[in-house]
T-cell receptor, first 116, second 117 residues
Framework: DTGVSQDPRHKITKRGQNVTFRCDPI?????LYWYRQTLGQGPEFLTY????????KSRLLSDRFSAERPKGSFSTLEIQRTEQGDSAMYLC??????????????FGPGTRLTVL | AQKITQTQPGMFVQEKEAVTLDCTYD???????LFWYKQPSSGEMIFLIY??????QNATEGRYSLNFQKARKSANLVISASQLGDSAMYFC??????????????FGAGTRLFVKA
């Protein structure tokens, strides 16, 4: 059973650099989500895709953040000109859309970003 | 206003006893979903249980049950017969529609559960 995978698991970068994270969802899942989680907080929604279409994007997602899911399978999240405030765990989740609100999201292990 | 409120930052429970983790939510939607996730120290979010806003029965999954009180907008998680492995952070989450016709899931701040031997 292959769950959601994320790469890399850890990333340390210097302020101002660009970083890109990858998420591979569970193979038959058509929805993919990105969240950000800071220490002691719950995950904050960033964006989600249904197949290759990006359907919702949080206002938290500044112009420095961009996400793609070009073929409706894996997704990438890029952060340009990183800032120290971007340091967080970036979580990816996937789900199989059944009845909209009821689809259960399954999470990957996350990518921990540290911006120095 | 907080959409999901978990008022207990930390809870202790004796092994083999039951524990209730509180969650209240705020929405004006009629149709929404409520979820509980567990996050052990390893960091991975593990789905536990789901309750739909139209479900009349409280959801149960093994030792987990969700005490859904719609009028009070509460969705408390009950863990029966606590085990040492239940020590973790627990997040309540709500999924609702957005103005653009999509969906969004909002998480609470979490409750850290400590199970004592």
């Amino acid at each position: 059973d292959t769950g959601v995978s994320q790469d890399p698991r850890h990333k340390i970068t210097k302020r101002g650099q660009n970083v890109t994270f990858r998420c591979d969802p569970i193979s038959e899942h058509n929805r993919l989500y990105w969240y950000r989680q800071t220490l002691g907080q719950g995950p904050e929604f960033l964006t989600y895709f249904q197949n290759e279409a990006q359907l919702e994007k949080s206002r938290l997602l500044s112009d420095r953040f961009s996400a793609e899911r070009p073929k409706g399978s894996f997704s990438t999240l890029e952060i340009q000109r990183t800032e120290q405030g971007d340091s967080a765990m970036y979580l990816c989740a996937s789900s199989l859309d059944r009845l909209g609100l009821t689809d259960t999201q399954y999470f990957g292990p996350g990518t921990r970003l540290t911006v120095l | 206003a907080q959409k999901i409120t978990q008022t207990q930052p930390g809870m202790f429970v004796q092994e083999k006893e039951a524990v209730t983790l509180d969650c209240t939510y705020d929405t004006s939607d009629q149709s929404y979903g409520l979820f509980w996730y567990k996050q052990p120290s390893s960091g991975e979010m593990i789905f536990l249980i789901y309750q739909g806003s139209y479900d009349e029965q409280n959801a149960t999954e093994g030792r987990y049950s969700l005490n859904f009180q719609k009028a009070r907008k509460s969705a408390n998680l009950v863990i029966s017969a606590s085990q040492l492995g239940d020590s973790a952070m627990y997040f309540c989450a709500m999924r609702e529609g957005t103005d653009t016709g999509g969906f969004k899931t909002i998480f609470g701040a979490g409750t850290r559960l400590f199970v004592k031997a």
